[in-house]
């Protein structure tokens, strides 16, 4: 079983509470990206141009590639039949092992960002709502470019790759597809080290905390989801913007980051506690009333 196999069934509830509001805005972001074909070849370019350009600071572009060349020779790539299809291993097999390459990269975005935003969180909302969606920007760019590093090395074609990501998708699997790329983003939050150890109860009340702000909706935050819904491509973004401001709440409240909650949720007296089942429902819950709406629009 793989790390990331047993990463999602060690923390499901937990991904699948994450997951939960992106997955009710699947279908409208699905069918924009189906209609929106032609600018496919674009994003593409841009990929491969990021690929080209930015090998960030602390390691050099053939530091990245070599480490990238060992990583493929990890992965047993094969086909579905006679068709140009990967089969589902191979599709897991690059998304997880992308982790491995962009780790170092999303930790020095990750921690950059949250000094630059968490300082005009009071002061400029607007800017500071810009630096979530850069870093949304910036991470799915880090990510894409290891896969797509991963793929030329082990003489696959984006496109191609993408296209059997399609076809699981069209095939039934989009569900599947989708928890693991969420198990995915959940996976690489690891390569930051936790500074704090808290306590069952402290998640509780943290937890209970999100709900409230779930319920109440803080300006900063109903104005970004009000901005964000007005059409189909940016209503996408909404969960993200979502967990950003929630954790940056957080922190400002409990002093506390994501990588605290996440190594005190993987342990067994959590994931076991009858509470903390009830308060992640809660938030599921909460968090369906607020996408549901954007979810079934545009469609």
């Known amino acids: 079983m793989s790390d990331i196999q047993q990463f999602f069934n060690k923390n499901k509830k937990v991904i699948f509470v994450t997951a939960a509001a992106s997955f009710a805005a699947l279908g409208a972001y699905y069918f924009f990206n189906k ?10 370019q841009q990929t491969n141009q990021l690929q080209r350009n930015s090998i960030t600071g602390f390691q050099d572009e053939e530091q990245y590639k070599l480490k990238a060349r060992q990583i493929s020779q990890k992965i047993a790539v094969k086909k579905i039949g006679n068709s140009n299809f990967y089969d589902m291993n191979t599709i897991s097999q690059v998304l997880e092992y992308s982790i491995e390459l962009a780790g170092d990269e999303y930790v020095q975005e990750t921690l950059n960002n949250r000094e630059s935003r968490r300082k005009l969180m009071k002061t400029d909302g607007e800017q500071y709502e810009k630096l979530i969606l850069q870093y949304n920007d910036n991470v ?16 696959i074609s984006c496109d191609d790759f993408e296209e059997s990501v399609i076809a699981f998708m069209e095939q039934g699997h989009y569900q599947e597809i989708y928890m693991f790329q969420a198990a995915i983003r959940q996976k690489i939050k690891e390569k930051i080290a936790s500074q704090k ?24 935050l109903k104005n970004s989801i009000n ?73």
Do not use: W
């Not at 209609?35 to 593409?44: D, F, G, H, L, R």
């Open 227 to 299: 901005k964000l819904s007005s059409n189909n491509e940016t209503v996408q973004l909404i969960p993200t913007i979502i967990s950003t401001m929630l954790h940056d709440y957080i922190h400002e409240q409990f002093k506390v980051e994501e990588e605290d909650q996440m190594k005190v949720m993987t342990r067994t007296e959590m994931t076991n506690d009858h509470e903390i089942i009830l308060l992640l429902q809660e938030i599921e819950q909460e968090m369906y009333k607020l996408m549901m709406p954007f979810g079934q629009g545009g469609i």
């Open 140 to 155: 799915e760019n880090i990510l894409r470019k290891a896969q797509s590093c991963i793929l030329e090395e082990l003489n």
């Open 35 to 44: 209609i929106q074909s032609e600018n496919k070849v674009q994003k593409n």
């Open 197 to 220: 150890n808290l306590t069952v109860d402290r998640i509780k009340e943290i937890i209970k905390f999100q709900i409230e702000l779930l319920k109440q909706q803080p300006q900063l």
